[in-house]
């Protein structure tokens, strides 16, 4: 006798993918921009309060950061590094996801970056656009990603090589 599985059973598995709760579109624009104002103002201690414990930040040529305590130093050492203001120039958002592009313009403070048989130069300014993702959750910050061409921004700070 053959056996009829239920419907139960049938149902495909659960995705990968997670659905945020919407945020109005207002609540989103007014965390951008105090999250911009705070990363403008190298204020630490507000720009911690976007967000959440488990958040995740990703910027190229580096490993994702994950946590809000490891954010926290990794914003330290940024803001111990590097001086640059950011502007956005176009926001979109849907939902509780916001796409930004933006500008940075800005001076590198130190040569922290080892390249062998290169003597520390001194800073340089620099220009760059760049993409970012920002997905909240409960008002937060629950990930968020920043995409601008890496290789252009050593170039600019190193000179020619």
């Known amino acids: 006798m053959k056996r009829e599985r239920s419907a139960k059973s049938r149902r495909t598995p659960k995705s990968s993918v ?84 933006g500008t940075v313009t800005g001076r590198h403070r130190t040569l922290h970056l080892r390249i062998p048989g290169r003597i520390p130069a001194p800073s340089r300014a620099y220009r760059h656009n760049f993409a970012m993702f920002v997905e909240l959750e409960g008002g937060q910050i629950r990930r968020q990603r920043v995409y601008f061409d890496a290789r252009d921004l050593v170039k600019q700070i190193l000179g020619d090589v």
């Open 18 to 101: 997670r659905h945020l709760r919407p945020s109005s579109p207002r609540v989103l624009s007014k965390i951008l921009a105090d999250h911009l104002k705070a990363l403008n103002q190298r204020d630490l201690d507000r720009l911690m309060t976007f967000y959440a414990d488990d958040a995740v930040l990703v910027f190229p040529a580096s490993p994702p950061v994950e946590g809000k305590a490891n954010i926290r130093r990794a914003y330290a050492s940024f803001f111990e590094n590097w001086e640059e203001t950011s502007t956005y120039d176009v926001v979109i958002m849907s939902g509780a996801t916001a796409a930004v592009e």
